[in-house]
Every structure is written in C-alpha cells, then in structure tokens.
C-alpha cells in the first residue's frame, strides 16, 4: 500500500489536474452505451476492488508491479493471472 500512495503523490505533485485526467475506459464506454448505469457502477466499484490485498503487491514482491493479478488475452490464453505493465497503468490512471 505503501508504493501505491507513493506513486499517487507522485502524479499529484507533478502537475496532475481535473482537467487533464484522462477517464476510465469504463467511464467513455458509458458515454457511448444505451446502458450507461451499469458501466458507471462498475468503473466505481473496480478501483476499490483492485486496491484489495488480493489484488495489490506487497512492498518488495512481484519485481515492482502493483497488481499480482491481470489478463493479458483470456481467448488464446495468454499472459493469465500475471503481473502486466499496462494493467498497472490503467489502473493508476483510475485512480487518480
């Protein structure tokens, strides 16, 4: 939990405003879907979820990824349940 709010303070600090926040994927897909409702309650329950212990690495494991747990491409099965550069990003950035 430690280097996650590193990392927030980090993105704080560095000039990060409301107005240059990019949004979840989540969040645009409810701009665009006729069931908006159910995009937006997911996008606000997935940042809580991924912050869990089940999800968060501990301080000093997984050689620096925040998240133990992410999919690259479930259908040819590939990269399943390991550590991924960019499910570390888009998580960031719905968080912040």
């Known amino acids: 939990m430690v280097k996650l709010i590193v990392i927030l303070l980090m993105f704080l600090f560095l000039g990060c405003t409301s107005q240059n926040r990019k949004k979840s994927a989540l969040l645009e ?31 000093g494991v997984n050689t620096g990824f925040l998240l133990e747990h992410s999919t690259g491409h479930l259908p040819h099965n590939s990269k399943i349940d390991v550590p991924i550069v960019y499910a570390d990003y888009y998580f960031l950035e719905s968080i912040i």
């Open 29 to 59: 897909l409810a701009d665009y879907s006729l069931n908006d409702i159910l995009y937006n309650n997911v996008a606000g329950k997935l940042p809580a979820t991924l912050s869990s212990p089940e999800f968060i690495a501990p301080v």
